[in-house]
């Protein structure tokens, strides 16, 4: 028999025993201060990134306050596939996130790039635009971090030279966000 699948599953488990797990409960209290105070939490990412970031807008603003009043406000800026096309067009590729932002954004604002190499230049546009514009700034990244793990205000790196496993991980921080969020909520309405 084959032991890829067990060795697989192995590193991923040596992956997640470097978890950055304080990184993780900043990035919710990050999520957390948006919520109280209104503001958006934006996503983005290229390729199996971009599919990240969307389900992670999805799994907040369906799963997490489902039955409550006050909700998140997520928006993926990969989920218009005309608008991104358009700007791709009509400007460059480089643009496509960091012009949506400027449509959308204000101060206090959570802006998520996700780039499993931390080097994606669409990415790090829009970042570097919500951080000079006081925006709170979250990169997933793998590999070495990239420029984007350097610039973010939380990043949460997964220490693998492997796309996939980088973005295995990915997805449970994506699950786990959401989890987090519904535990911290129902406490709070609990008191």
């Given amino acids: 028999m084959n032991d890829f699948c067990y060795k697989y599953i192995v590193k991923i488990k040596d992956i997640l025993d470097a978890f950055p797990h304080e990184q993780f409960e900043y990035m919710i209290e990050a999520f957390l201060k948006a919520y109280k105070n209104g503001n958006h939490i934006f996503t983005m990412g290229n390729g199996g990134s971009a599919s990240t970031a969307s389900h992670w807008a999805c799994d907040i603003n369906k799963s997490v306050c489902a039955g409550c009043e006050k909700r998140f406000k997520v928006i993926c800026f990969n989920d218009s596939i005309p608008t991104l096309l358009a700007y791709a067009n009509d400007l460059s590729y480089e643009d496509v996130f960091v012009e949506q932002l400027k449509i959308f954004f204000v101060e206090g604002d959570v802006v998520i790039g996700i780039s499993g190499s931390g080097n ?8 570097d635009y919500a951080k000079a514009h006081g925006g709170n700034t979250v990169g997933l990244c793998g590999y070495s971090g990239g420029k984007l793990c350097h610039i ?10 492997d796309m996939q496993k980088v973005e295995d991980i990915h997805m449970i921080v994506v699950h786990m966000t959401m989890q987090r969020l519904i535990q911290e909520l129902n406490q709070t309405q609990n008191i």
């Fill in 120 to 127: 994606s230049l669409n990415v790090i546009k829009a970042i």
């Fill in 152 to 161: 973010v205000d939380i990043p949460i790196l997964v220490t693998a030279n």
